[in-house]
């Protein structure tokens, strides 16, 4: 005979267990054999049949199932299986008897001690009880001897004298023993808690009612509740405080709160009114002690902290208003007075490690970047005016605009992220100051590209020069009047382009390339012209020389002519000088030359910006002296005279008096002083004479001569401004006639607004009624005789 036995996993330990009938009281039979019959019985080389599933009695009324065997018998034995007539009967102790072995263990295992009866004999005897409509009693005898343990246990924590960290640690202590206890009384229970309690719903499973009556008698106590919670946060707030306390006992009552479902209700939210005035009271204290860098790596260290806390020992549910409580009383409350305490200083140091602490924590804070945002705008806005209303930072501007932009795109890129509303606010703020100084910003930009480009300018390498155009070109954008910025970069430029002092025509033309892109064709058509002249200019010479070649008795003269059209250039002030006659002759041919080739046009002399090539005979040899026409004129007079008065000189040249003076304290009064001056000194007066140097000595072959530059009065200034203006006057006039014509009746506001739109330049209201009333005068545009407020176009 076989025995079917069914492996049982379930349980804290593993065990053979038979498995129980499911029809008990109608399928059991019972299973009988000759009292003769022996083991030798069955023949051994036979495979035994199994057919039918019989039932016999075993020990106190408990059935197992056993698969009957069909054997072939000898002929003097035969197996007879008969019907059993009642049930077995539980003698009349047995629910008596087994729960005394039941409560026995469950007393041992919560007053740790050792068992008398095996854990599969325990567990037998409860799956006896259940099979046998004994669990109710069972779950309700269970019930009660658990809720008298635990009662027993709430003395020991009613005592007042008891040591806080003594209180918690043996509230630990009875925490762990319990769920212990209830693990091992699990075990034995385990089939009372997967039949009766899984077909009772309303009844709690062996682990929930340990928990239950846990949190009803010691937990749910008050004079027990309180004090674990004080003793819980004493600990947290002398941990915050830097002493080391035990992470594991606050991390196993924490885990008891949480269990017993009363972390929320009776510790959380102490918990986190406590963190509030402990980092209430914080923050106000160190924003005034600390300065702004101290207190940000302070706000950031308690905030990793409390992210420790969480990970170590908290509850995660607690990590969000926990985290947001005390950013609110670090930040959120003191965004003001850190951002009006600090924020400059840093900005103004470049603190970049600071301020990309401060981004970081603002972006935590609810607006904390738009605070953040604003005030950066106001310091650029402030810092940048101090740059261009100052007059004596005029020399220094550009560059100082040029390092400030650098900064400020570095800490956008670098501190903030890249944050594209941080880097439109530094753009609006740039655009809002640079413009508070009216045409002077776009001036001082065309001189520092005229600087840049000019020859001599070793600075940089060509790539580095391109880079700072950029740079250039940025600040550009920003202006508002940008026709002011095209006035001066087209009269330097022709300085450059006429005097030959242009650095490189690749960097000219990339300069002209990046305007024409920022601005269109239009605003740097003038300045292509220039280019073209020029370019047709060497084509003329290079013909006018080949026509030279053919003519006779002419001192040989290397004489170049550039052909400017009057159009593109600036207006040069035209000055009658005294030329020698070999310049005049060379004059005329080029004149005769030119106008046979160009019919009907006009040429006049402009000798403000020529410059010649002289050889000079000096006592240490010949040198050749690269000298303005100014220069030139000067010098050649002392081929006849050795010594000369000023107003000899200003009478024989016929230059203006002041380019004079210039010019004389340039070859008298320089580094080459081809000249002498009687008496010495740096200005040059009425009555003094000059004399040829003879004893000049220099160790270079070829000497340039620096013409002295008359430093732009204010009066040429408001002369290129004024040229300006007007400019803008005629650009005013045809943008009102182009909307009339398009329009034919508009009205004034209506005029104004598209004005705006189209005009690039700022203008006020006032001048454009100016200019309103101008073309209405001359006949351009009317008032509507029924509404004065309206326009019509005259056609």
């Not at 263990?105 to 259940?130: D, G, H």
């Not at 343990?149 to 007042?160: D, R, V, W």
Request: a neutral charge; aromatic letters at 10%; hydrophobic letters at 35%.
């Amino acid at each position: 005979m076989s025995r079917q036995r069914k492996q049982e996993d379930n349980g804290p330990f593993k065990r053979s267990v038979d498995t129980p009938s499911s029809q008990h009281s109608k399928r059991r039979r019972l299973f009988e054999t000759d009292e003769n019959m022996s083991d030798n019985s069955v023949d051994p080389n036979r495979r035994p049949n199994f057919s039918n599933v019989g039932y016999v009695q075993v020990g106190n009324g408990f059935s197992r199932n056993l698969n009957t065997v069909q054997l072939k018998p000898t002929a003097a034995k035969k197996i007879v299986i008969k019907n059993l007539k009642s049930e077995p009967k539980l003698p009349e102790d047995y629910r008596y008897q087994t729960w005394e072995k039941l409560s026995s263990a469950v007393l041992a295992i919560q007053q740790s001690k050792s068992n008398q009866y095996s854990l599969e004999e325990l567990y037998q005897a409860v799956e006896n009880m259940c099979n046998h409509k004994m669990a109710h009693t069972l779950y309700t005898e269970l019930y009660s001897l658990t809720e008298t343990h635990i009662c027993l246990n709430i003395e020991q924590f009613l005592a007042e004298s008891m040591d806080r960290f003594l209180f918690l640690k043996k509230m630990n202590e009875t925490w762990q023993n319990h769920c212990d206890q209830m693990i091992m009384i699990r075990s034995i229970f385990l089939y009372l808690d997967r039949t009766y309690v899984l077909q009772n719903p309303n009844i709690s499973s062996i682990w929930d009612m340990g928990l239950e009556l846990f949190r009803k008698y010691i937990v749910l106590n008050t004079l027990v509740q309180t004090r674990v919670v004080e003793g819980l946060l004493m600990l947290i707030e002398k941990e915050r405080h830097g002493d080391k306390v035990d992470r594991t006992l606050l991390k196993s009552l924490l885990r008891m709160l949480t269990d017993l479902q009363i972390y929320d209700s009776a510790f959380e939210q102490k918990f986190l009114q406590s963190t509030e005035r402990l980092y209430a009271s914080e923050g106000q204290r160190l924003m005034q002690e600390f300065e702004v860098p101290a207190y940000l790596t302070h706000v950031y260290k308690r905030i990793q902290e409390e992210n420790e806390r969480v990970i170590h020992y908290l509850d995660t549910s607690t990590k969000y208003q926990l985290i947001h409580t005390v950013e609110k009383q670090l930040l959120s409350e003191h965004v003001t007075n850190i951002l009006q305490k600090g924020l400059d200083s840093l900005l103004e140091e470049n603190r970049i490690d600071d301020l990309t602490l401060l981004y970081q924590l603002f972006s935590r804070v609810k607006n904390g970047l738009v605070e953040l945002c604003s005030a950066f705008n106001a310091f650029i806005k402030k810092r940048g005016r101090t740059i261009v209303i100052d007059p004596e930072k005029d020399k220094t501007m550009v560059q100082e605009l040029l390092d400030f932009k650098d900064t400020m795109d570095n800490i956008v890129q670098t501190c903030f992220n890249r944050n594209e509303k941080f880097g439109n606010s530094l753009k609006e703020a740039f655009e809002h100051f640079i413009n508070q100084r009216t045409n002077k910003p776009a001036e001082l930009i065309a001189k520092f590209v005229d600087s840049k480009l000019r020859a001599g300018n070793k600075e940089a390498t060509e790539e580095e020069l391109e880079r700072l155009l950029d740079k250039i070109m940025v600040l550009f954008r920003f202006i508002h009047g940008k026709d002011v910025f095209e006035a001066f970069y087209k009269k330097d430029l022709a300085k450059r382009l006429l005097v030959g002092k242009s650095a490189s025509v690749d960097s000219e033309k990339s300069m002209l390339s990046k305007l024409k892109q920022e601005c269109g064709g239009g605003f740097t058509s003038k300045l292509e012209g220039m280019f073209k002249d020029m370019e047709l200019s060497k084509d003329i010479n290079v013909a006018f020389k080949q026509h030279l070649n053919n003519a006779q008795d002419l001192i040989p003269l290397d004489m170049t002519v550039n052909i400017l059209t009057m159009g593109y250039w600036p207006t040069y002030m035209a000055m009658d000088v005294n030329l020698p006659e070999e310049m005049v002759k060379f004059q005329d041919i080029f004149k005769e030359f030119y106008l046979s080739k160009h019919s009907g046009r006009k040429l006049q002399w402009q000798p403000t910006l020529g410059h010649c090539v002289l050889r000079a005979q000096f006592k240490a040899g010949l040198k050749e002296l690269v000298v303005s026409l100014f220069q030139t004129l000067v010098i050649l007079l002392f081929n006849k005279y050795d010594e000369l008065s000023f107003d000899y000189i200003k009478a024989a040249t016929n230059i203006e008096d002041g380019e004079l003076r210039r010019t004389l304290q340039s070859l008298a009064c320089g580094k080459a002083r081809v000249l002498l001056k009687i008496p010495k000194g740096r200005e040059v007066e009425d009555n003094d004479k000059f004399r040829f140097n003879n004893e000049f000595i220099n160790k270079l072959y070829r000497i340039k001569i620096n013409q002295i530059q008359m430093k732009e009065t204010s009066e040429e200034q408001k002369a290129t401004e004024e040229r300006v203006f007007q400019d803008r006057q005629y650009q005013i006039d045809a943008a009102i006639v182009r909307i009339m014509k398009m329009r034919k009746t508009l009205s004034h506001n209506l005029l104004i607004s598209e004005l705006y739109n189209q005009l690039k330049f700022p203008v006020k209201p006032a001048d454009l009624k100016k200019r309103i009333e101008s073309l209405i005068d001359r006949d351009y545009m009317e008032r509507d005789k029924d509404n004065p407020n309206q326009y019509n176009y005259v056609a």
